[in-house]
């Protein structure tokens, strides 16, 4: 009997097959010495794509971008010492925002473990608080189960990164393979909420007089038929919603109850109906302090119900009345039935008076900004592209600052998964890798990432993964040669005092983009806009796009750091001296 | 701006949790960790603790379950009750730990610590030492003519409390294990 027959396999082939085996179809990886078996097993195959990034951070932001455009667990390969710690940024990243991953790293054979031997680190050390889970594999005979198990932590219960530390000799070492029916785990978090809590929360729907859904990032984690049950539940009830950064297109930006982002920089109606409702129905949003403000003025004359599947979620920050630990999906599903069940019951009236409070919420109308005739204002160029792309088989990705704010306001989202940014962790330089990751995903559809230039020259090496793999990402950059958002606090915070918040020697973008053989468009008046969109649009192949923007921009509604909702700041006028001594602590 | 003419302070409350949410009183809590006995996962558990800031005075941590390989961790932590329903959430969450149990509120527990003290000294000194080592129930497991090690097992407070009247007589050394707790009945 051969090798086969026998049922053996190398460490490096079995890793190959428990990939195939989970559905696998893309990694993103860079090869190094301690894992040179498993992408010799990768040459020897054709079922999983491997995508060559050019800096092992840029295969952590690929996975994500890839993993929140599909909701299925992204998957990096990265080698031993450098490769695992170039890795730790995404993996962070990851663990803020409940992306699932597995991402499989090098180590030094066993019998090395331990000597300071070339490129060993304490993967598994460092990377434990920055991991759901991670694991050292010592042995051929445990690799497949965990990495099956692996699998199942990095998708069940809140999602998250999960690492697997996988010694040379054991991706040499032959063993049996174990398939994925076969594992074993204690690790099954509840998913169905506790049915009187539920119920608890429904007389509470029944009887509100000004309820507000506050919505989040755990509802696109939960899957595409969360968001229709919450549509179902929004237009059944007629409450009004708003949204985490997050959670952004879980409810159409086209809905009629719609009220916008909420938050620091969300709008002033979402913020203000936060603050005055007396039923808050937090459905998978964590209270981040981007959203509490100050903590003790926060919503203070609410009863509030929250839905999580992570119990550590609840009470973390904002204390709760009705507290129901499950799934999303299956807490509406139940949720909707016995609403239903006793009738469909709302406060008509109540609601009625909310609705008329918030429409004059509305028509302060906080968005609005001075446009010029001369410059390109960013959220002027934001509207255009809005305008322009409305409609399309659309993915936007952004880096973090002014931008990403401008964009979460000013584009609108219509289906879940559609929109991938770094909330959490506010990772510069995640948006340029993440556009790959969702346009390898989805090979066909308009891929952008909203970038500041900061940011974007952060991991602008990737554009080479572009080019290589012929990923036609379209790189967006609103250019204000400043570090946007820094210069905005410190004009606000620290008495205009611009310290190094100012890039001098920028590349020139356009050439930058011919010297990775890609397209460059460069845009400076606002007459020339739309021509120049639609050319980034038409374009078959990556484009980089230098659309030099106002420099001096503020980012506007602004809740000051240590300020309750109440105190918003709706443009340059409300800005002078706001920000106490004791907000400024706050970032 | 416009204020909201809405009152301050929250009328709500939890039917579910009868302390006082935003008390800012410190309790102590003893809480026991059952999990796998896998490499990592003490580190794992003391990392979530410095990590996010928690207290930790007391940590046991043995294999209690050879053929099911797993431990059992004891941990004595101070703070808010807000921070002791966080420290449990957070515990119960990590993937190797099976449960976790609050001894200090679901019930009577036996608490107790062992700790091996060394008393050096001639004469009086040293037969009080003696003496008192009878009254606290600590046994001698060590002796030379001029030293003693006692063994005792209690509440850490008698072990404080033993440790105090020492130190005038000769205290030299002293090694503790922290709190193992358990359950009363079945
Ligand atoms: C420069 C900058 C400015 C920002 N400004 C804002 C702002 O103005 N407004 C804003 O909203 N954000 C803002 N953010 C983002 C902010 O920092 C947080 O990342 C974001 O608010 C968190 O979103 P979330 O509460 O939806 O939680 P997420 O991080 O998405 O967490 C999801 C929650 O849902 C739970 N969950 C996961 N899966 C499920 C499931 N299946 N069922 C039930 N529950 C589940 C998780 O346990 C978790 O508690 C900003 C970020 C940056 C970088
Ligand atoms: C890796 C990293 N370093 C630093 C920061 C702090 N930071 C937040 S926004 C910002 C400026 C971003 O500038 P740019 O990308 O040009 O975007 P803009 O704000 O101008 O739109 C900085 C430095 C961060 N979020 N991430």
Not at chain 1, 82 to 109: C, Y
Not at chain 1, 119 to 139: F, M, S, Y
Not at chain 2, 3 to 15: C, E, F, P, V
Not at chain 2, 33 to 55: K, M, T
Request: hydrophobic share 40%.
């Amino acid at each position: 009997m051969t090798r086969a027959d026998k049922g053996l396999m190398t460490g490096a082939q079995m890793i190959v097959q428990a990939l195939k085996d989970q559905g696998v179809e893309v990694v993103f990886g860079y090869p190094g010495g301690a894992v040179l078996p498993i992408y010799d097993a990768i040459f020897q195959q054709n079922d999983i794509r491997h995508v060559l990034v050019r800096h092992e951070q840029g295969a952590i932001h690929m996975a994500e971008g890839y993993a929140r455009s599909t909701g299925k667990p992204g998957v990096a390969l990265v080698t031993s010492g450098p490769g695992a710690t170039n890795a730790v940024t995404g993996l962070t990243d990851a663990l803020l925002d409940s992306i699932p991953l597995v991402v499989l790293s090098g180590q030094v054979p066993t019998f090395m473990i331990g000597t300071d031997g070339f490129q060993e680190a304490d993967t598994v050390g460092i990377t434990r608080p920055c991991t759901k889970h991670n694991w050292l594999v010592k042995d051929t005979e445990k690799l497949a189960e965990t990495l099956h198990q692996a699998f199942h932590v990095a998708t069940s219960g809140r999602p998250g990164p999960v690492l697997v530390d996988i010694p040379k000799d054991v991706q040499f070492g032959e063993a049996l393979y174990s398939p994925k029916e076969k594992i074993r785990t204690h690790y099954q978090p509840k998913v169905k909420g506790d049915i009187d809590q539920i119920t608890r929360l429904v007389e509470m729907i029944e009887k509100a007089e000004r309820p507000v859904f506050y919505t989040g990032g755990g509802v696109i984690n939960s899957g595409p038929a969360a968001s229709q049950l919450l549509r179902e539940l929004v237009e059944a009830t007629g409450f009004p919603i708003t949204s985490t950064l997050m959670g952004l297109g879980a409810y159409p930006a086209s809905g009629k109850n719609w009220l916008g982002m909420l938050g620091m920089h969300g709008l002033y109606e979402a913020n203000l109906a936060m603050h005055g409702c007396d039923l808050m129905i937090n459905i998978g949003a964590r209270f981040d302090d981007r959203i509490t403000g100050r903590v003790k003025d926060f919503s203070p004359t609410s009863a509030k119900a929250h839905i999580d599947i992570d119990p550590s979620s609840i009470n973390k920050v904002i204390r709760v009345d009705v507290p129901i630990v499950g799934d999303v999906g299956h807490v509406l599903e139940d949720l909707l039935r016995v609403w239903k069940s006793r009738g469909r019951k709302v406060n008509k009236d109540g609601l009625a008076k909310w609705w008329k409070q918030i429409a004059e919420w509305q028509a302060v109308n906080c968005l609005d900004y001075k446009n010029s005739e001369k410059t390109i204002k960013p959220q002027y160029a934001l509207q255009r592209l809005e305008a322009l792309t409305k409609g399309m088989d659309r993915y936007i990705t952004t880096e973090v600052g002014q931008h990403q704010m401008w964009a979460a306001q000013f584009l609108g989202f219509e289906a879940p998964n559609r929109w991938m940014t770094s909330g959490g962790l506010g990772t510069m330089g995640y948006g340029l890798p993440a556009s790959i990751g969702v346009q390898i995903a989805h090979p066909e559809a308009l891929v952008i990432n909203v970038a500041g230039e900061a940011s974007w020259l952060m991991n602008m090496q990737e554009m080479g993964t572009a080019m290589q793999f012929r990923a036609p990402v379209k790189q967006f950059i609103l250019n204000n040669e400043r570090l946007g958002m820094v210069r905005q606090w410190q004009e606000l915070l620290h008495g205009e005092r611009y310290s190094h918040s100012w890039s001098e020697s920028l590349p020139d973008f356009v050439k930058l983009a011919e010297a990775f053989g890609c397209k460059g468009i460069r845009c400076s008046d606002p007459k020339d806009l739309d021509d120049a969109i639609m050319e980034m649009i038409r374009y078959d192949g990556p484009v980089i796009f230098d659309c030099l923007v106002e420099k001096h921009e503020n980012c506007f509604p602004m809740i000051p750091s240590g300020k309750p909702h109440n105190e918003m700041l709706l443009g340059e006028a409300d800005t002078q001296g706001v920000i106490g001594a004791k907000g400024a602590v706050l970032v | 701006m416009s204020a909201l003419n809405i009152k301050r302070g929250s009328t709500s409350h939890s039917a579910y949790d009868l302390r006082d949410p935003y008390a800012e009183v410190i309790e102590t809590h003893t809480l026991a960790v059952l999990v796998d006995n896998e490499s990592g996962v003490l580190a794992r558990v003391i990392g979530l603790f410095s990590g996010r800031g928690y207290n930790i005075d007391s940590l046991t941590v043995a294999e209690v379950d050879h053929e099911g390989h797993r431990s059992r961790i004891t941990i004595v932590t101070r703070g808010t009750p807000q921070v002791i329903e966080q420290i449990k959430a957070q515990l119960g969450r990590l993937v190797p730990v099976h449960e976790v149990h609050d001894l200090t509120v679901e019930g009577p527990a036996v608490q107790r610590e062992l700790a091996l003290i060394k008393v050096s000294g001639k004469g009086e000194a040293r037969i009080e030492a003696l003496r008192l080592a009878e009254i606290f129930r600590a046994n001698v497991v060590d002796s030379t003519l001029e030293s003693f090690v006692f063994e005792m097992t209690g509440l850490p407070d008698k072990i404080d409390a033993f440790a105090e009247l020492m130190r005038p007589l000769g205290l030299r050394e002293i090694a503790r294990t922290g709190v193992a707790a358990l359950a009363r009945g079945v």
